[in-house]
């Protein structure tokens, strides 16, 4: 099994940043692809960024200029600079990792979620 430990979340004011961070631990023989998802109030979960095992990476538009992910690969963990925050970023964001687990051969692949950590902007 693979676990994630979220980290970061919190209020902060329009104009403020914050930086999550998203640890992987358990079963893992390889990570490829990390991200973060969020998901407000009345809305469906939908995608802030996501970056592969070689560093390329996507981000939602709404986000893009403002957020930055990142990964150490020594250290299974992602990592979301948000900056220049506003309320509409207000959500729960959850870290979302894929890749190879190590306990079965055939490698079996893994899709695992956080807990969710809320990020919430005052305007």
């Known amino acids: 099994q693979v676990q994630l430990g979220e980290s970061g979340g919190g209020l902060v004011q329009a104009g403020g940043s914050l930086r999550l961070s998203c640890a992987a631990s358990?079963?893992?023989?390889?990570?490829?692809?990390m991200g973060w998802y969020r998901q407000a109030p009345g809305k469906q979960r939908e995608l802030v960024a996501r970056?592969?095992?070689?560093?390329?990476?996507n981000y939602a538009d709404s986000v893009k200029g403002r957020f930055t992910i990142s990964r150490d690969n020594a250290k299974n963990t992602v990592y979301l600079q948000m900056n220049s925050l506003n309320a509409e970023d207000t959500a729960v964001y959850y870290c979302?990792?894929?890749?190879?687990?190590?306990?079965?051969?055939?490698?079996?692949?893994?899709?695992?979620w956080g807990q969710g950590t809320q990020v919430t902007v005052s305007s």
């Open positions: 979302n990792v894929a890749g190879l687990g190590s306990t079965t051969l055939p490698r079996k692949p893994f899709d695992s």
């Open positions: 358990g079963s893992i023989f390889v990570i490829n692809a």
């Open positions: 970056i592969t095992s070689v560093g390329s990476t």
